[in-house]
T-cell receptor, first 111, second 117 residues
Framework: SQQGEEDPQALSIQEGENATMNCSYKTSINNLQWYRQNSGRGLVHLILIRSNEREKHSGRLRVTLDTSKKSSSLLITASRAADTASYFC???????????FGQGTILTVHP | GAVVSQHPSWVICKSGTSVKIECRSLDFQATTMFWYRQFPKQSLMLMATSNEGSKATYEQGVEKDKFLINHASLTLSTLTVTSAHPEDSSFYICSPPRGGQVNTEAFFGQGTRLTVV
C-alpha cells in the first residue's frame, strides 16, 4: 500500500514550545489516527479524527483534518522532554482496521 | 489491560533459521489479523493479512514462501520468518481489526524486534 507523506521528517524544539506535524494521505478514509512510538518500541494511540470531523482536541493535542486536501496536522502544545518520540499518522481506510502509515516525524524536545 | 498479546518481544537468531511470532487477541475473536513490518528508522508497512480458515493475502513485494502466516483459530495468528537473513531484521507488529467498530483506535501487539545475525 502506498504510504502518505509527513513533514517535517525531524523536528527539534525546546521544552514549552509547540510542535506541529503535518501528514498527507492518498486514499479515501474513514478516519485519520495519530500514534507515538518511543525508540522503535510499540505504538501508543494518541487521537482519532473521523472523516466528517475537521478538528479535535485531547489534552495538549490538537488535530485537524482536511479531506479535500487529504491532509492532517497534529499540534502538541507546551511540549515536554517526555514528548520526544516518533509520531506517525495512519489513514484508516474503508476496509476497517487496515491502516496506511505516514513516514513519521521524529520529535526531539530539549529540556 | 492489553487486548492483544504478541510474543516474543525480541529475538535474535542465526541466518538460515526460522522464527515464529505469535499474536493472540485476548478479549475478542479476530477472524483477520494485520501484520506490519518496520525497518530501522522507517515507518510501518502492511506486510500481509491473515484470515481464519483461508489463505493469507500478501502485499506486493512480500514473499509468501518466506513469511508464512497461519491463522489457526479466532484468537491466534502466527507469522513465521523462514530461512531468516540479516535483511529480515525488523520490527514486526500485529493488529486485529475490531469487528463492527470502524471509527475506533486500532489495537496493536507489543511488537517483536527480530535481529538476524
Amino acid at each position: 500500500s502506498q504510504q502518505g507523506e509527513e513533514d517535517p521528517q525531524a523536528l527539534s524544539i525546546q521544552e514549552g514550545e509547540n510542535a506541529t506535524m503535518n501528514c498527507s494521505y492518498k486514499t479515501s478514509i474513514n478516519n485519520l489516527q495519530w500514534y507515538r512510538q518511543n525508540s522503535g518500541r510499540g505504538l501508543v494511540h494518541l487521537i482519532l479524527i473521523r472523516s466528517n470531523e475537521r478538528e479535535k482536541h485531547s489534552g495538549r493535542l490538537r488535530v485537524t483534518l482536511d479531506t479535500s486536501k487529504k491532509s492532517s496536522s497534529l499540534l502538541i502544545t507546551a511540549s515536554r522532554a517526555a514528548d520526544t518520540a516518533s509520531y506517525f499518522c495512519a489513514a484508516g481506510e474503508t476496509s476497517y482496521g487496515k491502516l496506511t502509515f505516514g513516514q513519521g516525524t521524529i520529535l526531539t524536545v530539549h529540556p | 489491560g492489553a487486548v492483544v498479546s504478541q510474543h516474543p518481544s525480541w529475538v535474535i537468531c542465526k541466518s538460515g533459521t526460522s522464527v515464529k511470532i505469535e499474536c493472540r487477541s485476548l478479549d475478542f475473536q479476530a477472524t483477520t489479523m494485520f501484520w506490519y513490518r518496520q525497518f530501522p528508522k522507517q515507518s510501518l508497512m502492511l506486510m500481509a493479512t491473515s484470515n481464519e480458515g483461508s489463505k493469507a493475502t500478501y502485499e506486493q513485494g512480500v514473499e509468501k514462501d518466506k513469511f508464512l502466516i497461519n491463522h489457526a483459530s479466532l484468537t491466534l495468528s502466527t507469522l513465521t520468518v523462514t530461512s531468516a537473513h540479516p535483511e529480515d531484521s525488523s520490527f514486526y507488529i500485529c493488529s486485529p481489526p475490531r469487528g463492527g467498530q470502524v471509527n475506533t483506535e486500532a489495537f496493536f501487539g507489543q511488537g517483536t524486534r527480530l535481529t538476524v545475525v
